[in-house]
């Protein structure tokens, strides 16, 4: 009888590690993904909200960061791609 509770402790404990990953990594890589594809997307004359936010219409696009230009005085800030939190307006192609 031992061998049939290791078993079902086998069992249970597969059933949970399967749960854990429908319920956390299957949604974190799905907003990876989306999170990827926003980076992506992005266009010059974007509006965008960066993560601390500071919201700003993005001026120049390089590979790895970009730079925003904000406030009344259209201040210019250089910011990491990864420092985007969300795009507010997209700018419609002619």
């Known amino acids: 009888m031992p061998s049939s509770q290791v078993l079902q402790?086998?069992?249970?404990?597969?059933?949970m590690f399967l749960m854990l990953y429908f319920i956390v990594f299957l949604p974190e890589?799905?907003?990876?993904?989306?999170?990827?594809?926003?980076?992506?997307?992005?266009?010059?004359?974007?509006?965008?909200?960066?993560?601390?936010?500071?919201?700003?219409?993005?001026?120049?696009?390089?590979?790895?960061?970009?730079?925003?230009?904000?406030?009344?005085e259209n201040a210019r800030i250089k910011l990491h791609k990864n420092g985007i939190g969300s795009v507010t307006k997209k700018t419609e192609e002619q």
């Open 9 to 15: 402790t086998v069992i249970w404990l597969g059933a």
């Open 29 to 72: 890589k799905k907003r990876k993904k989306n999170f990827q594809s926003l980076l992506d997307s992005l266009k010059i004359n974007d509006d965008v909200m960066t993560k601390g936010g500071i919201m700003g219409k993005i001026v120049t696009i390089k590979d790895d960061y970009i730079i925003i230009q904000t406030g009344p």
